[in-house]
């Protein structure tokens, strides 16, 4: 099984400013036949169902607000919130899907307001 | 309007069942693979189940499986969880969520229900 990691496991920013969350799989995500990383990021808000904000590792969602980026490639991998505002404030989860099954998804990193 | 609607929680004792069901609407269900993922209090995520779109590729997580079994009814617009024997690990917000693209396999998950919390005790 791909064993994702997150890091840091929480987070506090300063509203306006920049959010980095790190993810690292056990094993490559990156499927060479079509050159795409199977790595996923979703928002889960207090209360809330998870929400799809990034696949393919760098495209948004439709809907998704543009201070949301996904980069990397591989086995690492990163979700930059650019500007946070109030309601970033989620618990953010990486998932593979390039090797199933099982899907794995990593611990989940807590983002809060400094 | 796209969603899906978990129902079927409930309390239940160790080692009993329940059976969990997710409504869709507002899409065209038998064209995408469904799965269920799980989340226990405070923790993360764990998948849990998958089912392709005609029913013929069916996953399960070790921790569950010879326990639960998944299934899906295309003409209902719907997917179930029957859960037996069950445990204290598996209280757990349990979640019906939809394979991104269509008639593919390998996807992540872009629509997920409002969950259906299942608590196990003796």
């Known amino acids: 099984d791909i064993v994702m990691t997150q890091s840091p496991d929480s987070l506090a920013v300063s509203l306006g400013e920049r959010a980095t969350i790190n993810c690292k799989s056990s094993?490559?995500?990156?499927?060479?036949?079509?050159?795409?990383?199977?790595l996923a990021w979703y928002q889960q808000k207090p209360g809330q169902s998870p929400k799809l904000l990034i696949y393919?590792?760098?495209t948004r969602e439709s809907g998704v607000p543009d201070r949301f980026s996904g980069s990397g490639s591989g086995t690492d991998f990163t979700l930059t919130i650019t500007s946070l505002q109030p309601e970033d404030v989620a618990v953010y989860y990486c998932?593979?899907?390039?090797?199933?099954?099982?899907?794995?998804f990593g611990q989940g990193t807590k983002l809060e307001i400094k | 309007e796209v969603q899906l609607v978990e129902s079927g929680g409930g309390l239940v004792k160790t080692g009993g069942s329940l059976r969990l069901s997710c409504a869709a609407s507002?899409?065209?269900?038998?064209?995408?693979?469904m799965n269920w993922v799980r989340q226990a209090p405070g923790k993360g995520l764990e998948w849990v189940s998958s089912?392709?779109?005609?029913?013929?590729?069916?996953y399960y997580a070790d921790s569950v499986k010879g326990r639960f079994t998944i299934s899906r009814d295309n003409a209902k617009n719907s997917l179930y969880l029957q859960m037996s024997s069950l445990r204290g690990e598996d209280t757990a917000v349990y979640y019906c969520?939809?394979?991104?693209?269509?008639?593919?396999?390998?996807?992540?998950?872009?629509?997920w229900g409002q969950g259906t919390l299942v608590t196990v005790s003796s």
């Open positions: 969520a939809r394979d991104h693209r269509a008639y593919t396999y390998r996807n992540c998950f872009d629509l």
């Open positions: 507002g899409f065209s269900f038998s064209g995408y693979n």
């Open positions: 089912i392709d779109s005609s029913s013929r590729s069916i």
């Open positions: 094993q490559s995500v990156l499927y060479s036949s079509n050159n795409k990383n199977y």
């Open positions: 393919w590792a760098s």
């Open positions: 998932q593979q899907y390039y090797s199933i099954p099982p899907y794995t």
